[in-house]
T-cell receptor, first 116, second 113 residues
Framework: GAVVSQHPSWVICKSGTSVKIECRSL??????MFWYRQFPKQSLMLMAT?????????EQGVEKDKFLINHASLTLSTLTVTSAHPEDSSFYIC????????????FGPGTRLTVT | EDQVTQSPEALRLQEGESSSLNCSYT??????LFWYRQDPGKGPEFLFT???AGEEKEKERLKATLTKKESFLHITAPKPEDSATYLC??????????????FGQGTILTVHP
């Protein structure tokens, strides 16, 4: 099946610093990648959609300047949390969808971000 | 606006006790309905995609069915390793959402030995 990886799996950073999370599709080309955020005991909340070579489309209420998304290649998308604050602590999950995979999205294992 | 409602919120079963999870949805043209399994601290694992009413898919102890208003995930003779949160999501055919999924809140399944 389609495999999506994320790196790092967990990260701790200090308030005010930036952290980058990578999402890679390992065995298929991902024309579209999605970034989600998940709070404890809650479902996934879509943050943004990115298409390779295009600017990301952000969901309402998500700050574009705080959550920078880059989808520079068909196998890699990155999410950078800028000037992180404790309220940004969360579980971030990416998913990827390729052409000809019948609209299915495959998820990465997630990244646990803790801002101290 | 697309909406997905899953029930029950939590389900406790004894090993071998079969049951069903429900996913009710409203969507402006269904492109696909997806079932995922999520273990604590991990990303969702893809289980099934259903595209049209009447469609059924099976995988081991799981069987997913679809009508025009809801989907069921039937679990036959569950084992403790089936314990997880099961998520349902829909993708609508309308708009330029590039495949945006709308998720339900999930059903937390616990199977006791």
């Amino acid at each position: 099946g389609a495999v999506v990886s994320q790196h790092p799996s967990w990260v701790i950073c200090k308030s005010g610093t930036s952290v980058k999370i990578e999402c890679r599709s390992l065995d298929f080309q991902a024309t579209t990648m999605f970034w989600y955020r998940q709070f404890p005991k809650q479902s996934l909340m879509l943050m943004a959609t990115s298409n390779e070579g295009s600017k990301a489309t952000y969901e309402q209420g998500v700050e574009k300047d705080k959550f920078l998304i880059n989808h520079a290649s068909l196998t890699l998308s990155t999410l950078t949390v800028t000037s992180a604050h404790p309220e940004d602590s969360s579980f971030y999950i990416c998913s990827a969808r390729g052409q000809g995979i019948n609209y299915e999205q495959y998820f990465g294992p997630g990244t646990r971000l803790t801002v101290t | 606006e697309d909406q997905v409602t899953q029930s029950p919120e939590a389900l406790r079963l004894q090993e071998g006790e079969s049951s069903s999870l429900n996913c009710s949805y409203t969507v402006s043209g269904l492109r696909g309905l997806f079932w995922y399994r999520q273990d604590p601290g991990k990303g969702p694992e893809f289980l099934f995609t259903l595209y049209s009413a009447g469609e059924e898919k099976e995988k081991e102890r799981l069987k997913a069915t679809l009508t025009k208003k809801e989907s069921f995930l039937h679990i036959t003779a569950p084992k403790p390793e089936d314990s997880a949160t099961y998520l349902c999501a829909v993708q609508s055919a309308g708009g330029t959402s590039y495949g945006k999924l709308t998720f339900g809140q999930g059903t937390i399944l616990t199977v006791h030995p």
